[in-house]
């Protein structure tokens, strides 16, 4: 079998303050840099052959901790760089209610807002979807690719991947910071969805270096 491990990036500033980032690009903190070193110590294992990663820095830091454990060079690929938002990137949900109140209800129930610049979810899944299939192609039948994205661009790419309808991708759980999903597909099954929100457990220590 394929598999496709979808890696979300580690915490940045924006996250803890409940931000919306889209597109801009925004470093991991000190926190979702040992977010990304405590997990990739738990992803070295799975010996992927094909890393690859979002252009942004927090998803391309992401991939470089496991770069480093690992040897691995960090393939990028724009595409999955997580949703456009336009006007709202760098506001707070509650900045975003106040301004636009009927529009932000309308993207919290899943609709559409072009009007303030968001990219249509439809279009996040397509060209996601289309990177994750790329990547999977790249190893083959029995290869492992570990592919760093953003939480909902992962979502989204995954279940274009898995085939399934927008209502059911907005019933699935986002990827935690530094957490991940599996995919695995063969030419038998297709792809199926082998495993969601895992991570490092809590409180795990990284050994420093010597």
């Known amino acids: ?48 052959d094909v890393l690859l990663s979002s252009d942004l820095r927090r998803a391309r830091d992401t991939a470089g901790a496991l770069a480093a454990l690992t040897g691995s060079p960090v393939d990028v690929d724009n595409r999955l760089r997580e949703r456009e938002y336009g006007a709202w990137e760098g506001l707070t949900h509650e900045q975003i209610s106040a301004r636009w109140p009927e529009e932000f209800l309308r993207w919290k129930s899943g609709g559409p807002v072009p009007e303030c610049g968001l990219e249509d979810v439809a279009d996040v899944a397509k060209r996601v979807g289309a990177a994750l299939l790329d990547a999977a192609d790249r190893v083959g039948q029995t290869g492992t690719v570990v592919v ?28 935690g910071n530094c957490h991940w999903a599996e995919l695995r597909g063969s030419a038998t099954t297709g792809w199926r969805l082998y495993a969601h929100n895992v991570g490092p457990r809590p409180g795990l220590v990284i050994p420093r270096e010597p």
Request: aromatic letters at 4%; a positive charge.
């Open 148 to 175: 760093v994205s953003h939480g909902g661009a992962a979502r989204q790419g995954m279940g274009a991947v898995l085939g399934w309808p927008l209502e059911v991708v907005r019933s699935v759980g986002p990827l």
């Open 1 to 48: 079998m394929t598999r496709l491990i979808i890696w979300r990036h580690g915490q940045t500033v924006w996250n803890l303050h409940n931000r919306i980032q889209g597109q801009t690009d925004v470093d991991l903190d000190d926190t979702g840099r040992t977010q990304a070193a405590a997990a990739a110590a738990v992803l070295a294992a799975e010996r992927a």
